[in-house]
């Protein structure tokens, strides 16, 4: 089974909908990540998480919010989508004694906002 | 801030060429740089890191040397295979525990 997993894996939605992003791992990490790919821009970060706790906006959290349910847990949610939140949406982990030098990530939701 | 560089792609090359990714830096203090892989339909994955000047990282026949006088982290590798066919991103992390990803490059390798 793999470390990181995210659901759904694709997701066609409409502008104005309220929808959620969930990812979980089981590699024990402390450090959970949000990141948005697209075409040309490379990732960016959105939400980052330092324990259950601990919740930090990234360069581009505007539209989003984030919820750390558990260690294990972390989930990214769009209160009203719009069509430029379309993109591939990555979770990671990293673990505290690595200095979150090494970043594992899970592989993607697609997801498409008409 | 701090950024990454990296030559656009995509790269297209035969097999058993040699490769070069450029990769070029700006950063406050000193930072460790890394190279990622994303492989059709997959999330990234760490390919090599270095973290301090002159070091090489190295794997799976590709390699990295972190190089302070020219800011640059270029990723290469003697001969390609088709397998290799991904796209590939340098990152840097300053010590703050976030990653600052390039755009990436996309290469292509044909049998």
């Known amino acids: 089974d793999a470390d990181v997993t995210q659901t759904p894996r694709n997701r066609i939605t409409k502008t104005g909908k309220r929808i959620m992003l969930e990812c979980s791992q089981t590699?024990?990490?402390?450090?959970m990540y949000w990141y948005r790919q697209d075409p040309g821009l490379g990732l960016r970060l959105i939400y980052y998480s330092f324990d259950v706790k601990d919740i930090n906006k990234g360069e581009i959290s505007d539209g989003y919010s984030v919820s750390r349910q558990a260690q294990a847990k972390f989930s990214l949610s769009l209160e009203s989508a719009i069509p430029n939140q379309t993109a591939l949406y990555f979770c990671?982990?990293?673990?505290?004694?690595?200095?979150?030098?090494?970043?594992?990530f899970g592989p993607g939701t697609r997801l498409l906002v008409l | 801030g701090d950024s990454v560089t990296q030559m656009e792609g995509p790269v297209t090359l035969s097999e058993e060429a040699f490769l070069t990714i450029n990769c070029t830096y700006t950063a406050t203090g000193y930072p460790s740089l890394f190279w990622y892989v994303q492989y059709p339909g997959e999330g990234l994955q760490l390919l090599l890191k270095?973290?301090?000047?002159?070091d090489k990282g190295s794997n799976k026949g590709f390699e990295a040397t972190y190089r302070k006088e020219t800011t640059s982290f270029h990723l290469e590798k003697g001969s390609v295979q088709v397998s290799d066919s991904a796209v590939y991103f340098c990152?840097?992390?300053?010590?703050?525990?976030?990653?600052?990803f390039g755009t990436g490059t996309r290469l292509l390798v044909s049998p």
């Open positions: 590699k024990g990490h402390d450090r």
């Open positions: 990671a982990t990293s673990d505290f004694t690595q200095g979150g030098e090494t970043q594992y």
């Open positions: 270095a973290t301090k000047a002159d």
């Open positions: 990152a840097l992390n300053t010590g703050f525990q976030k990653l600052v």
